[in-house]
């Protein structure tokens, strides 16, 4: 039987899916630790945030428990965030003004370890650790949009002035386009449980992505509007796509009709409101005063890119907004090739586009079919954000960094899985016998004897 067992454990893929028994009081605090930071995660009214302080104890804490599982890849996708932030260093060197350069290396710097220590926890047990960080993610976000709602509609008093900015919500936020991006993760992962459940199970956590959904359309951001359309779809089609269950896919379908019939629902709902139509006509026009012009959004842009082209090693973080610009790039990618030169933001570059693929390649594997689902809405979220980067700086968004993070980690502990072979499981003792079907019998433990 033990055999038996340690054959099943190494068909499975050898994970750490330890049973909660098993684990120590120690790991349990840290895990409450995780917990706890994701769920302030969404309290960032001013920076540093709690989130912040307890991310970098995270950084400590759980390699020193051992509760990471590193291997060479995560050593590798270390190493290029090394290498990546002491490129954004060295071109600090060229900042005219110093202070402000620096504190922004210092946060890239925290989110590029914390990115990699996530992934290394993601990796130490990936099922069970990802449903850890989501939960609390989505305990953060319903706090948030909450707040945001509370806020935008004045349900109490002051609340408009705290928890809005420009008429737009904010919730616990102090950006709305920070504040709506936030809320798509758990959103998707509200409609990824109630695709795995019956139909009974699927009414709670329908109604948490319907009220996570007002949120992000109250942000009104128009970046959020598209991270969560892009989101959705490529989970949508993913999940059609590698789903070998009829029943399954018919889930998807009515899911995704659902889905659509409750967007249009809060939408009309919030339109109710003479204000919330007013500035919906005005966010969903392409054509703002602060796009166009010498001194808008493009031309910012052009200008960034001319001043790549003369900088290879960048001109230091904060710089392009105070000395070049009268606001930020708004394009991440832009942004970390000004702030780290040619060489860093190429591999900002390149982290995000292996990423992509090492994801996809995880998604196609029959190894991976448990926790397929769980997977995607990692790999759509963050597949949404990287597109969103084109027309927002998204560098320090630290959920975006967390989602690289939850794609490394399954990826690396999947091909750690496959690559390593369980001595704990039953081998065949001599090679089988090639006889006449009439006198070939099954064994595992040596050639079959010869008849008389």
Same mark, same amino acid.
């Given at each position: ?10 068909? #499975? ?69 090394? =290498? ?179 967007? =249009? ?40 890119? #001319? ?11 904060? #710089? ?15 942004? =970390? ?64 960094? =967390? ?50």
């Amino acid at each position: 039987m033990t055999a038996i067992a340690a054959g099943l454990e190494h068909f #499975e893929g050898r994970r750490d899916e330890r049973r909660p028994g098993t684990r120590s009081l120690v790991t349990w605090l840290a895990l409450a630790a995780v917990a706890l930071t994701f769920v302030v995660s969404g309290i960032v009214f001013t920076e540093p945030a709690p989130v912040d302080a307890l991310s970098i104890g995270l950084i400590v804490l759980l390699p020193t428990i051992g509760l990471v599982a590193f291997n060479r890849a995560l050593l590798a996708y270390g190493s290029l965030w090394l =290498v990546a932030g002491a490129c954004a260093i060295l071109a600090a060197t060229f900042s005219l003004d110093p202070k402000p350069t620096l504190i922004h290396v210092a946060v890239t710097l925290y989110l590029y370890a914390a990115s990699v220590v996530i992934a290394a926890f993601v990796a130490k047990s990936p099922r069970f650790h990802t449903e850890l960080i989501f939960k609390a993610w989505t305990v953060a976000a319903i706090v948030a949009c909450s707040a945001a709602i509370i806020g935008y509609f004045g349900l109490l008093p002051g609340a408009f002035d705290l928890f809005t900015l420009y008429g737009r919500a904010a919730g616990t936020f102090k950006d709305p386009n920070v504040f709506g991006p936030f809320g798509v993760v758990p959103l998707v992962y509200m409609l990824s449980i109630a695709l795995q459940n019956r139909l009974r199970g699927m009414i709670v956590p329908l109604a948490i992505a319907a009220f996570l959904m007002l949120g992000v359309f109250l942000s009104f951001s128009r970046g959020a509007w598209l991270n969560l359309v892009v989101a959705l779809v490529v989970y949508g089609y993913l999940a059609l796509a590698t789903s070998r269950k009829s029943i399954v896919r018919l889930k998807i379908v009515g899911l995704l009709a659902a889905g659509s019939i409750i967007a =249009v629902g809060v939408v009309l709902a919030a339109m109710s409101s003479d204000n919330v139509a007013e500035l919906l006509a005005q966010r969903a026009s392409l054509d703002q005063s602060y796009d166009t012009g010498a001194e808008g959004r493009f031309g910012g842009q052009q200008k960034a890119i #001319e001043l790549i082209a003369e900088t290879p090693l960048g001109i230091g973080a904060q #710089e392009f907004s105070s000395r070049h610009h009268s606001e930020e790039v708004h394009n991440v990618y832009l942004t =970390v090739l000004l702030s780290a030169g040619w060489l860093g933001g190429g591999i900002y570059l390149v982290l995000v586009v292996l990423t992509l693929v090492l994801g996809f390649r995880h998604l196609l594997k029959a190894s991976a079919a448990d926790t397929r689902l769980l997977f995607l809405v990692a790999y759509a979220a963050f597949a949404a954000t990287a597109l969103e980067g084109v027309i927002i700086d998204s560098d320090h968004w630290r959920h975006f960094y =967390v989602l690289m993070a939850i794609i490394w980690g399954f990826v690396t502990a999947s091909s750690v899985n496959e690559a390593t072979p369980d001595r704990r499981a039953p081998r065949l003792v001599g090679p089988p016998l090639r006889t006449a079907a009439s006198h070939r019998r099954p064994s595992i433990i040596g050639p079959a004897p010869h008849p008389a």
